[in-house]
């Protein structure tokens, strides 16, 4: 069974990065089938998918075009987890933020964190 | 506001048929990317429900089905339940925003 454990601060300052962590068990972030993706959640703005990081051979990234100037998505093989940076936050960043692994669909999603941009 | 649409809400009493639409354009749905169906309980992460437009996760009631058609899909559930009770998100592709992951406004499903 697939599990993902996700870490990192619940507040951060505007202007700051916004950095979390989402361990994986019963699946590696090398697996060649599959995706592992982060996606947030406001009320203003619903759920949005934010990007994705898979090995193909080597890896590759696809970030959304919202976010795409501000987002870093990294695997960490040695740790068998991916991580979130996303730079230059504002209050309009304050949502909670789930990781999920895909396979087209997303099957197995992280518990959310509650990310809130404030001073 | 979303790339897929769908109603804000529906209702229904116990053991009615309800169905959710989802609403999308020839970038994402109709240029043949799949759709999937997510319920939500309050506080929770979304849970999948369906995917692949109509293929059921091991577990999940056959009282939920999933179809799609041109740049539609609709998730129905029959013989409505009290745990039914959450929000329903569905979820595609889209060729236009370089293949980013897209989702619905979601729907406030109430059993009456």
């Known amino acids: 069974q697939v599990q993902l454990q996700q870490s990192g601060p619940g507040l951060v300052k505007p202007s700051q990065t916004l950095s979390l962590t989402c361990a994986i068990s019963?699946?590696?972030?090398?697996?060649?089938?599959?995706?592992w993706n982060w996606i947030r959640q406001s009320p203003s703005r619903g759920l949005e998918w934010l990007g994705r990081?898979?090995?193909?051979?080597?890896?590759?990234?696809d970030y959304a075009v919202s976010v795409k100037s501000r987002i870093t998505i990294n695997p960490d093989t040695s740790k068998n987890q991916f991580s979130l940076q996303l730079n230059s936050v504002t209050p309009e960043d304050t949502a909670v933020y789930y990781c999920?692994?895909?396979?087209?669909?997303?099957?197995?999603w992280g518990q959310g964190t509650l990310v809130t941009v404030s001073s | 506001q979303s790339v897929l649409t769908q109603p804000p809400s529906v209702s229904g009493a116990p053991g009615q048929r309800v169905t959710i639409s989802c609403t999308g354009s020839?970038?994402?749905?109709?240029?043949?990317?799949?759709v999937h169906w997510y319920q939500q309980l309050p506080g929770t992460a979304p849970k999948l429900l369906i995917y692949?437009?109509?293929n059921r996760p091991s577990g999940v009631p056959d009282r939920f089905s999933g179809s799609k058609s041109g740049t539609s899909a609709s998730l129905a559930i029959t013989g409505l339940q009290a745990e039914d009770e959450a929000d329903y998100y569905c979820?595609?592709?889209?060729?236009?925003?370089?293949?980013?992951?897209?989702f619905g406004g979601g729907t406030k499903l109430t059993v009456l």
């Open positions: 990081t898979c090995y193909r051979s080597k890896w590759y990234n």
């Open positions: 019963g699946d590696s972030v090398s697996s060649n089938n599959v995706a």
């Open positions: 999920a692994r895909s396979r087209g669909h997303l099957d197995y």
């Open positions: 692949g437009n109509s």
């Open positions: 020839s970038t994402n749905i109709g240029a043949g990317y799949d």
């Open positions: 979820q595609s592709y889209d060729s236009s925003l370089s293949g980013s992951g897209v």
